[in-house]
């Protein structure tokens, strides 16, 4: 058993793509494995300035994952907010970080390059949340000695800058930390988008996870398809068939692929497609907007999982305070 974590900044509304290239991912690593969660909204701050939205966000983040079936009796599901400790440890690394290091971290390198080529003073706009965001990130990480990272490939660095603190920390006060590994999941299917490009929120592409039926058709009857009429034979790797591989048993979407072979019209296979997606999402949808209208239910689950992150948290934070010269924290 292994321990992994990871954390999502609460930054919108869930759409498919991410319930296949994240959220589902998550819930098969979670198996076998003990599991932190955590909605991390100190790292959306830089982003959101307005209080209401921050919370908004979070909450509808957290009822999302748990409309998709997050078990918080399998995997310790918490608010990043809720752990204070995690900014004791952020202090204690700061002076072990090099600042070259966090020269290099990329959205930092990227605001940079912006700058210049804007004819800016090069810090122009950057404030020390973005630019310590790695020194966060990488307590994160250690405070709970997580082994694995499960983090799409736009991490990586982030969770490599968590290792080298990790060694530079344990060179200097002797073992303490686990050193942390990203795990990047090749395997994940790229989901595609309205327009057939990747699902993202920048490309205005996206599919959102639990908008009404009614919602859900308008967004199915947008995706681009070719011109070919009723009857032409179809491309049976088009995004309409993508789509459905997603939601369809094996057995449908075989059926379905052959009859888009065979020349069955774009918006019959838009109705079809309509019909499984809104079978397979409608038990969550539910649940989501149960939770939404039951708030208290769900602060109430991120309150326990906060009471659990802690407990390990404090556990770790007094090893690393004795390792550097300090009290126990008081209990
Ligand atoms: N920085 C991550 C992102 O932008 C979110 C995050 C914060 C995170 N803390 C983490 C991810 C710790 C993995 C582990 O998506």
Redesign the pocket.
Same mark, same amino acid.
């Given at each position: 058993m292994d321990r992994i #974590?990871?954390?999502?900044?609460p930054t919108g509304i869930m759409h498919i793509g991410n319930y296949f290239g994240a959220v589902k991912p998550l819930f098969q690593m979670s198996e076998g494995n003990e599991t932190f969660f955590f909605i991390?909204d100190y790292?959306a701050l830089n982003f959101i300035k307005s209080a209401e939205e921050l919370k908004n966000n979070s909450q509808m983040l957290a009822a999302a994952y748990l409309a998709c079936g997050l078990d918080p009796e399998k995997i310790i599901f918490f608010r990043?907010s809720d752990v204070p400790e995690v900014f004791e440890l952020n202090w204690i690394l700061s002076n072990i970080t090099p600042k070259g290091l966090m020269n290099r971290a990329h959205a930092y390198k990227a605001m940079v390059e912006q700058n210049i080529e804007n004819g800016l003073d090069k810090d122009s706009n950057v404030n020390m949340g973005l630019y310590n965001?790695p020194i #966060?990130?990488a307590a994160?990480?250690l405070l709970y000695n997580s082994k694995y &990272?499960p &983090?799409?490939l736009?991490?990586k660095q982030?969770?490599e800058i968590a290792r080298d603190l990790a060694q530079y920390f344990n060179n200097r006060y002797g073992e303490t930390f686990v050193l942390p590994e990203p795990k990047i999941e090749e395997s994940v299917a790229v989901i595609p988008g309205l327009d057939g490009r990747k699902m993202s929120k920048s490309y205005n592409n996206t599919i959102q996870m639990f908008c009404s039926e009614k919602d859900l058709q308008k967004t199915i009857n947008r995706i681009v398809t070719d011109s070919r009429l009723p009857g032409e034979p179809k491309n049976d790797d088009c995004t309409l068939a993508q789509f459905y591989s997603l939601f369809g048993t094996k057995e449908q979407t075989e059926d379905y692929k052959k009859r888009l072979r065979e020349g069955l019209g774009w918006g019959d296979a838009k109705k079809e497609l309509f019909v499984v997606m809104n079978e397979y999402i409608s038990p969550m949808r539910e649940k989501y907007n149960y939770y939404m209208s039951n708030p208290q239910e769900v602060e109430k689950i991120l309150q326990e999982g906060s009471i659990k992150a802690r407990r390990i948290a404090r556990k770790v934070l007094n090893k690393v305070r004795k390792k550097i010269g300090v009290c126990k924290l008081a209990d």
């Open positions: #974590l990871t954390a999502i900044k991390a790292h990043q965001y #966060l990130m994160d990480i &990272v &983090v799409g736009d991490q982030h969770c």
